[in-house]
């Protein structure tokens, strides 16, 4: 592979893109969306920086960042999964193992775009702006209080 941090990162992206404690926390506004994009060059910025790290590491690093920014502390095991998925293509990186490494990235489920793209939001507000007025901000309160009735899974540190 000719540049793997670069392909790493784009695996980074797909994962958290993935990883449902980490959108619930956004759209629950735990944290900023500008925030869980900068998640991703800041993770891959650990693996590359800090060589040997182990599962549990990763994991307590991914934690780490999910209560600091997020104010989120995880109820599941997502972080080791999370965590052993980085460590699985880190390692394949730094094998420069890229059949393997694109082969199994091809098997992880599709980037979704909440985590990667602010633009289509910015397009929508300029290209309506009067309709943004006076709909648009019902519209943000009834789905903020439609996803805050099925919040289960993150919970917030100030609660406890």
Known sequence: MSNTKEFFLSVTQRIFSNWTALKMAVEHGMGTKERAIDFCPYMTEVMYM??????????????DYMDEYFNTELQD????????????????????????????????????????????????????????????SEEETAAGEEVTDEWTEVRSRRKR
Not at 110 to 127: G, S
């Open 50 to 63: 800090n060589e040997g790290l182990n599962a549990s590491e990763i994991a307590s690093e991914l934690e």
């Open 77 to 136: 095991n997502s972080a080791i999964q999370v965590a052993e998925e980085l460590l699985r293509f880190h390692r394949y990186c730094m094998e420069n193992n890229e059949n393997l490494a694109v082969t199994e990235l091809a098997k992880l489920p599709p980037l979704q775009l909440w985590l990667v793209t602010i633009e289509p939001v910015k397009k929508v507000q300029n290209t309506h702006p009067k309709e943004s007025d006076s709909s648009g």
